[in-house]
């Protein structure tokens, strides 16, 4: 029951809408994340960096990614099956969170930050879901930054219409 609550409160507007909203993280800007302290940086990964269940880097944003793991701390925190979280560093090149708890979860963040030894205002997430990574990020303190999803048609339908229903929320929000 408690999880059906965290899920609600989840869709409070302070958490369900980034800070910022991107195309992809090629359009993420390295001095204004400096300037605003930034140090670490948690990856999404499926529609994020690769298509729903890809196994490499998706090719219009491999030169951004591999500037921005240069620039910052760099880990993934994905909601995938335990078997394929363990493959995802061979996939990305860079460490990906073992926890059992998922995001929207407090305790998913908290181990990527244990990971990047840095705080919450440190840090930034970057998900192209509002209702998982986006909400959890924003509850958990982080900079949130909210992608548009790389190739839509790659994932399951429930998750497309998750999606349209957190659109339709965010509309009304924004009204
Ligand atoms: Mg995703």
Redesign the pocket.
């Known amino acids: 029951m408690d999880k059906i609550y965290f899920y609600l409160d989840c869709l409070k507007p302070k958490y369900l809408i980034p800070n910022l909203q991107l195309k992809n993280i090629s359009d993420i800007d390295i001095d204004f994340l400096k300037q605003i302290g930034i140090k670490g940086l948690i990856f ?5 960096l690769a298509p729903y269940h890809g196994t490499g880097l998706d090719q219009c944003i491999e030169q951004s990614f591999l500037e921005l793991t240069q620039k910052f701390n760099s880990c993934i925190l994905s909601n995938t099956s335990s078997e394929r979280r363990k493959k995802l560093e061979e996939y990305f090149g860079i460490h990906a969170i073992q926890t059992p708890i998922k995001k929207p979860f407090s305790g998913a963040f908290e181990a990527a930050l244990d990971y990047l030894e840095t705080n919450p205002s440190e840090t930034a997430m970057i ?3 509002l209702w998982t ?1 986006i909400a959890g990020a924003n509850q958990a303190g982080l900079f949130t930054i909210k992608v548009e999803p790389l190739a839509m048609m790659s994932e399951p339908f429930r998750h497309t219409l998750v999606r349209i229903f957190e659109t339709i929320v965010c509309k009304a929000y924004r009204k």
């Open positions: 999404d990964v499926d529609n994020t998900d192209d879901r990574g």
